[in-house]
């Protein structure tokens, strides 16, 4: 035990997803803590961890989802919570400087980080933070991560879940989905692109396809067109709008269904389509340029998703990543276009997690130290 | 007319400038048969068929039962009307709609249809203004079946049709040989939204996908970020905006390239992603850029997803999105790359506009069935709209990338493949590319434009009697320049640029002012002089020993080909030295070792067993056929070889044409035993070729041409003269023996394969074991 233990990487233990607009951090916060231990603890550490595990806000722009935390979690032969906590790419030299403020360096702690970031801000974290970051590869961390956060139930609850009738809201219900038996499954990770892995076993993935019609495509675009300033906002006004005064419908073509190819009447024909005409540039609404940026980039999403699982003959498909989390419209509309488009084939599964098996796959990376 | 003058409007588009009077836009719609007209967003196409009146010019033998006199001609010339069926394509923008039909109604006299077939998104709009306005009964058609239709035809009718863009490249298009099967195929339309469509047969396809992000969504997105209302000219913000400070690249998230995913830096990670956290203004042309980005890559995803489930690698682009624009070529194109990785190669079509209309005349004219036929580009008859006048806006022009529409012939007969080629999927006729080779454009197009001055005086002085052929001949003057001007400007005008396209377009322009053979008389008086020394040469040839008559006969084929009027140095000397013969071209032949030499081998050979049958494709009147041509063909026959002489089907020059040459093989077998017996037993036949060009592409030959060499087991094929064995098919390929025979009658040329004028080229090759 005694030799285990000295292998055991130091806390505290981060695990760090730097993407192209988010940074997605989680902390294990160890609760088995022995009187002993606490004596040791070095100041600086204490005050990281109170610091973290005490707010749920950090600067203007730091958030610690709550709901996602994970207690009484064991790791590496410790037993702590998990905390998930985010905030914008662009803070990240006041992150680093913070680290630098908290003589972070002197806790000879492993920075296990993934995502773009790690790559693009290392000499920062080295010069002004002097720390070494621990770099991992975006996609195995991702993997790594969510087949580790799915294993055991999340809080009792399940971590895996489906829309079923997800476009009747009467009737529309979120399920439980069982996915001990993961593989193969298409892994589709929304974040400011789009990554599509196909996942045939723990260590046999590959990245099929993606895109680059994601999550920054809607923010950036939305910011554009309706000036709004942040995610909620866009899909604040997303969920008020009506994409098919933006949008051309099969039927604003046909009348109705194109019979000769079986579209139905309802299908968009041209997303934005109806905004070559001046007259209906100056109708529509910014709630409802919203709605259409959302349907257009979600729909979208599906479709290639759709593709590369008829492809790869896989029938599960996973939607994970940060343009999901609060969007509930989106996760509807995936669903619904994968059902319909797949005749029923295909069903579309989230995760609660979305956002963070990036950063978990990093925090897992503290195994590989030596 | 003046009201009517100016249909295209303003200048500011490229792809709708007007400025010719409408009577000649509307060409031939006096005699307009059958309509179609395909009405988009915009754009408004109309197909018309109808017949088209000319001259041709037709030979008769006089009856010779009675005696003979020296100074009666040997036949009689005589100049016929003729009908043929052509095909109109006309555009104009919707806004004018009203005056084209009512101008197509003025003009409708001798039309007996009673409907008009109607596709697009607007022929349901239009519908009530159609019947009104022509009082035609309208008939609308699917719109997808149309197009595909349309794609089927010009696929099949039209050499050169489709065409990979290469961005920067000399020339940017680079036209694809058309394969014999066109199916299957993927058809990716990127109108408002985006259809694919898997082409299995004339008659079966499938919609198998297709996308909501299209053109509608480039064109409305663009409107709402830019505040630019045009199509065009959002196009033309895009194509002077840098995405990179819109889209969020790779690089902006790793620092550099995500090597392990063989991810470079510089590809796009987020479209728009940097407008999502950067609080700065951007500009429109950046943001335009973007949008053309995402939604080429976009549409160039899709179509490589759906290419490589269904196993396909043609895939061809059109709609409005693509249309000509070489931008959005260039961005569909280099998506496809880069998600295919070079295996699938994005394809567009010359006539992509016009598919819709197209195929709608079709449907109309299934009860004529026109698959029946074969079809043919009229380098001369441009419909109506014309781009930008090249004097005018050269730049402009060249940067547009737009084609100019050909009128379409309907053949008299049906054209297929010659059974010998060795892969006709790979058959070039055309031995230089004029787009690729600057070089070589520059000098042909110089040299036709040297030679229009004879040619015109030409043309006057075969019609001695029409007090308008001088003003015709102006006229053709001016057109045919024209034509030469503008493949100046833009070498890719109309398809592809060849030495062969400048000649049948000086034939069909010749055609087009009824001047149908130029060349008629001297034609007849060159056979006439010939057919006199006929005998004597054949008795001189036949005193010699095996091997030496051998050669006399390929020298005196060689010698005989030096009579050629498209070659100026001929020409010029048969202007001036009217003794100048038989001998004196003899004479002026380079000696052994000729330029290509594989004479000896042709000789070996000959000691061989003789041929089953051979297929000569042969050149000129007079002297060439008669006296090169005729001996060597007795000489085959007496071998037991059986031969087929395959002529052109109408006038081109001073080819012989079928009609002439029926008429000189009589006459040669009045006098001769051999050839007179080798007619009768039918062991030598006379077949036209189905072409009327100075040249020869062996992909469309005459059907019936095809069957006899396929009937006949013909082993050996023979190509004669400039025209026939090096503009065009030297490099050609064939599974029998070939012999391939011309004297350089260019010094330019000459020089440029290293020789010197009236070099010779005896190219004699065997199909590899």
Known sequence: MKIKDAKKPSFPWFGMDIGGTLVKLVYFEPIDISAEEEQEEVESLKSIRKYLTSNVAYGSTGIRDTHLELKNHTLLGRRGNLHFIRFPTHDLPTFIQMGHDKNFSTLHTVLCATGGGAYKFEQEFRTIGNLQLHKKDELDCLVKGLLYIDSPSFNGQAECYYYENAMEPEKCRKMPYNLEDPYPLLVVNIGSGVSILAVYSKDNYKRVSGTSLGGGTFLGLCSLLTGCDSFEEALEMASKGDSTRADKLVKDIYGGHYERFDLPGWAVASSFGNMIHKEKREAVSKEDLARATLVTITNNIGWIAKMCAVSEKIDRVVFVGNFLRVNTLSMKLLSDALKYWSHGQQKALFLEHEGYFGAVGALLGLLDVD | MATCSRIGGGGHSMDKSITLPPDEIFR??????????????????????????????????????????????????????????????????????????????????????????????????????????????????????????????????????????????????????????????????????????????????????????????????????????????????????????????????????????????????????????????????????????????????????????????????????????????????????????????????????????????????????????????????????????????????????????????????????????????????DTVDLTEDAMAREYWLSCFEEALDGVVKRAVVSQPDLQDARERAEKFRLKYRHKLQTLRHQPCAYGSLTVRSLLDTREHCLNEFNFPDPYSQIKQRENDLALRYFQKVVRSVEMLNWEDRQFALVKGLLAGNMFDWGAKAVSDVLETDPTFGFDEAKQQLQERPWLVDSYSKWIERLKGPPHKCALFFIDNSGIDIILGVFPLVRELLCRGTEVVLASNSGPALNDVTYNELQILTERIAAMDSVIHSGITKERLILVQSGSSSPCLDLSRLDKGLATLVRERHTDLVVIEGMGRAIHTNYYAVLRCESLKLAVIKNSWLAERLGGKIYSVVFKYEQPAK
Request: with cysteine.
């Open chain 2, 28 to 429: 031939n719609l006096e005699n307009a048969k059958r309509f179609a007209i395909d009405i988009g967003g915009s754009l408004t196409k109309l197909a018309y068929y109808s017949t088209v009146q000319h001259k041709v010019a037709k030979v008769r033998s006089f009856d010779h039962t009675g005696k003979e006199t020296e100074d009666e001609p040997l036949y009689e010339i005589s100049v016929q009307e003729e009908i043929t069926a052509r095909l109109h394509f006309i555009k104009f923008e919707n806004a004018y709609i009203e005056t084209c039909l009512d101008f197509v109604k003025d003009h409708l006299v001798n039309t007996e249809t009673k409907v008009i077939k109607a596709t697009g998104g607007g022929a349901h709009k239009f519908k009530d203004l159609l019947e009104k306005k022509l009082k035609l009964k309208v008939d609308k058609e699917d719109e997808m079946s149309c197009l595909i239709k349309g794609c089927n035809f010009v696929l099949k009718n039209i050499p050169h049709e489709a065409f990979v863009y290469v961005k920067h490249a000399e020339p940017e298009f680079r036209f694809q040989t058309t394969h014999p099967d066109i199916f299957p195929y993927l058809l990716i339309n990127i109108g408002s939204g985006v259809s694919i469509v898997k082409v299995e047969s004339e008659d079966k396809f499938e919609r198998i996908g297709g996308s909501s992000i299209g053109g509608g969504t480039f064109w409305g997105l663009g409107a709402l970020l830019t505040k630019t209302k045009r199509f065009d000219e959002l196009l033309q913000l895009a194509s002077r905006g840098q995405h990179t400070s819109v889209d969020m690249l790779v690089k902006d998230i790793y620092g550099g390239a995500y090597g392990s995913l063989g991810l470079t830096g510089d590809l796009i990670a987020s479209s728009f992603g940097k407008s999502a956290t950067a609080d700065k203004e951007f500009s429109k042309e950046d943001m335009a850029k973007s949008l053309l980005h995402m939604i080429s890559n976009d549409i160039g995803q899709l179509a490589c997803l759906y290419a490589r489930l269904h196993n396909l690698s043609r895939v061809y682009f059109g709609g409005f999105f693509i249309r000509g624009h070489p931008v959005t070529m260039h961005t569909i194109t280099y998506s496809i790359n880069f998600f295919t990785k070079g295996e699938v190669q994005a394809l567009f079509l010359r006539h992509e506009g016009y598919l819709g209309a197209i195929g709608a005349f079709l449907k109309g004219a299934e009860e004529d069935n026109p698959n029946q036929y074969s079809w043919g580009e009229n380098y001369a008859g441009s419909s109506g709209l014309m781009s930008v006048s090249p004097d005018m806006f050269p730049m402009q022009r060249t940067r547009s990338g737009t084609f100019d529409m050909l009128e379409m012939d309907r053949l008299e007969r049906q054209l297929v493949n010659l059974p010998l080629l060795l892969d006709s999927s790979s058959y070039i006729p």
